[in-house]
Nanobody, 121 residues
Framework: QVQLVESGGGLVQPGGSLRLSCVASGTIYSVYAMAWYRQGRTNTRELVAESTSTGSRNYAESVKGRFTISRDIPKTTVYLQMHDLKPEDTAVYYC???????????????WGKGTLVTVSS
């Protein structure tokens, strides 16, 4: 059983910063790619940033230069450092991980329950 838990969300003013964390735990054999998604007013879950198993990082165009994804592989943790936050960044942010469970198949997507980020003055 694998579980992802996000934390760090909250209320911040435009131009502010926030750091999100996601910790993977459970019967984990290996963690491969990890990513952050968000779901705002559009009610669609969109990719914000991802960190592949090879170390490459990709970002949505709307957050390039403002957000940074990083990983703590030994602790199976992924972070999202957000700067210069804008009202349009308001959303529930979800952690996603491509994880191989002990005794299971190669890789499977797991999701956290999300953490709310509200950018407002």
């Amino acid at each position: 059983q694998v579980q992802l838990v996000e934390s760090g969300g909250g209320l911040v003013q435009p131009g502010g910063s926030l750091r999100l964390s996601c910790v993977a735990s459970g019967t984990i054999y290996s963690v491969y790619a990890m990513a952050w998604y968000r779901q705002g007013r559009t009610n669609t879950r969109e990719l914000v940033a991802e960190s592949t198993s090879t170390g490459s990082r990709n970002y949505a165009e709307s957050v390039k230069g403002r957000f940074t994804i990083s990983r703590d592989i030994p602790k199976t943790t992924v972070y999202l450092q957000m700067h210069d936050l804008k009202p349009e960044d308001t959303a529930v942010y979800y952690c996603n991980g491509e994880i191989e469970e002990t005794g299971g198949a190669y890789g499977k997507d797991y999701w956290g329950k999300g953490t709310l980020v509200t950018v407002s003055s």
